[in-house]
């Protein structure tokens, strides 16, 4: 059905509030079915031109993830050094991965290549591939809360090292890297907010016209 | 409530497969609660470090709409320069915009010089930040969706003029131009399919390992 009811409209504004990035997980396996559920998000995503430029792995491999693993532990603390004062002791206790742990774990790509949808859409802006991956892992991480699962988007990565260590095609850009699992909580409150590293703006900024 | 219901998470798949870029809008006004409850799905979407790098502007002056319009135009004619054969004749088919109709009008900027978030995440991959829009527009798609107005994503556009017609602060990274409004048809099928330009593919392409 194409129409959608007030109590609908709720139940999505709640999904929205309790979607977190999560970076604990049980490590208890998520079914199979569960997860292909969720990855079909991707496929009724919009994309420019209907290029449709996602590419999805799963790192599985004990070497592919060590490889990812070791990647973050670097950046990681070369972001760390990036700090100091006060920022570097909240840096320093903050989980900004749950790599560890997560029994499911998604390398996310865009195919620049792609001859899919002939570039329509793509001439002044050719980030809009990019940021069709970006809005297909948005269905994908909303889906996945729906389910009761929780997803972690790590972003504190050498791109270029992943590139190598995962042996992707030329022409392939790393979008994102997920965390996937069963989260040990559910909350309201970003573990930012928790942590004392940034707060939510407390209202919808206003507008300008 | 944290658990979401089977009969929720299918509903959020028909949400997902009834969102379409719509390009044909009613000319009929919005109500302006509706239009901010649609809004509000911007505050409630994942940014990098807490980051919340979105910026929204209310293009409605209409000299504002009239320079918007304008810079579509003439990059759409270059777009359909660029095509020959049977793929510029769809193309001069095609409605790519909805900008003489669609009632509301925003152009979402992303604030690349925000100190929110003191730049956690955005060390190695600095396009988070707009990646943290591309997520926040996401949302506001979905649940303007759910309230049945359609959404359409206008990349046919040089984002520097853009930049010099609406006069955005330094820093402002141009995401998207989006139309909305409500729809004259709903439809499961994306235009660009309906008009032969391109297909989606039928079902989810199987993952890498």
């Given at each position: 059905?194409?129409?959608?009811?007030?109590?609908?409209?709720?139940?999505?504004?709640?999904?929205?509030?309790?979607?977190?990035?999560?970076?604990?997980?049980?490590?208890?396996?998520?079914?199979?079915?569960?997860?292909?559920?969720?990855?079909?998000?991707?496929?009724?995503?919009?994309s420019v031109g209907l290029s449709?430029?996602?590419?999805?792995?799963?790192?599985?491999?004990?070497?592919?993830?060590?490889?990812?693993?070791?990647?973050?532990?670097?950046?990681?603390?070369?972001?760390?050094?990036?700090?100091?004062?006060?920022?570097?002791?909240?840096?320093?206790?903050?989980?900004?991965?749950?790599?560890?742990?997560?029994?499911?774990?998604?390398?996310?790509?865009?195919?620049?290549?792609?001859g899919k949808g002939a570039g329509l859409g793509t001439a002044?802006m050719?980030?809009m591939r990019?940021?069709?991956?970006?809005?297909?892992?948005?269905?994908?991480?909303?889906?996945?809360?729906?389910?009761?699962?929780?997803?972690?988007?790590?972003?504190?990565?050498?791109?270029?090292?992943?590139?190598?260590?995962?042996?992707?095609?030329?022409?392939?850009?790393?979008?994102?890297?997920?965390?996937?699992?069963?989260?040990?909580?559910?909350?309201?409150?970003?573990?930012?907010?928790?942590?004392?590293?940034?707060?939510?703006?407390?209202?919808?900024?206003?507008?300008?016209?």
């Amino acid at each position: 059905m194409s129409q959608f009811t007030q109590d609908f409209q709720s139940q999505l504004a709640d999904l929205m509030r309790w979607r977190r990035d999560v970076r604990r997980f049980r490590t208890d396996e998520v079914d199979e079915a569960v997860l292909t559920r969720c990855l079909d998000a991707f496929h009724m995503a919009p994309s420019v031109g209907l290029s449709e430029p996602w590419r999805v792995i799963r790192v599985q491999s004990a070497a592919a993830r060590s490889a990812a693993l070791a990647n973050f532990e670097a950046a990681n603390a070369d972001a760390l050094a990036g700090y100091d004062g006060e920022r570097a002791q909240i840096y320093g206790t903050l989980k900004l991965s749950g790599m560890r742990d997560a029994p499911v774990q998604l390398a996310i790509y865009c195919d620049e290549d792609t001859g899919k949808g002939a570039g329509l859409g793509t001439a002044t802006m050719p980030e809009m591939r990019r940021y069709s991956v970006v809005g297909a892992i948005t269905h994908f991480w909303l889906a996945a809360r729906a389910e009761g699962l929780g997803v972690g988007w790590v972003s504190i990565m050498d791109p270029a090292q992943l590139d190598r260590d995962l042996d992707v095609p030329k022409g392939w850009v790393l979008v994102a890297y997920l965390c996937a699992g069963w989260p040990e909580t559910d909350s309201l409150t970003p573990e930012l907010e928790t942590a004392g590293w940034e707060t939510r703006t407390p209202t919808r900024a206003p507008l300008r016209r």
